[in-house]
């Protein structure tokens, strides 16, 4: 094989790839490429949505935890000081 890459073998033409055997190659490559993008592009797709859900699920897990402590959801708004539910225990009269 090494023979190949020689650029003179005794007197005779240089040796070398012919212009078929490199079109097969790049037809080859081609056939593979049209194959193997949509494949990698569901597996990004769906790797992107498994992420989603489970970012949601930890959210709900997050929201759940806080109504089972404070007995209500979390508010969400743009003001830092809405964040917290307001009967935490910091907010409550004492009696």
């Excluded at 769906?46 to 007995?71: M, N, Q, W, Y």
Aim: glycine share 8%; charged share 15%.
């Amino acid at each position: 094989m090494l023979s190949v890459f020689r650029a003179r073998a005794r007197g005779t033409r240089p040796l070398g790839f012919t212009l078929i055997a490199l079109m097969m190659v790049v037809a080859t490559l081609g056939i593979l490429a049209v194959v193997a993008i949509p494949k990698y592009i569901s597996y990004v797709y769906k790797s992107k949505t498994s992420e989603a859900v489970g970012f949601l699920s930890e959210i709900e897990a997050h929201h759940e935890s806080c109504r089972a402590d404070f007995g209500q959801y979390c508010g969400v708004s743009t003001s830092e000081t809405d964040w917290y539910p307001s009967n935490n225990p910091g907010n409550q009269p004492q009696t």
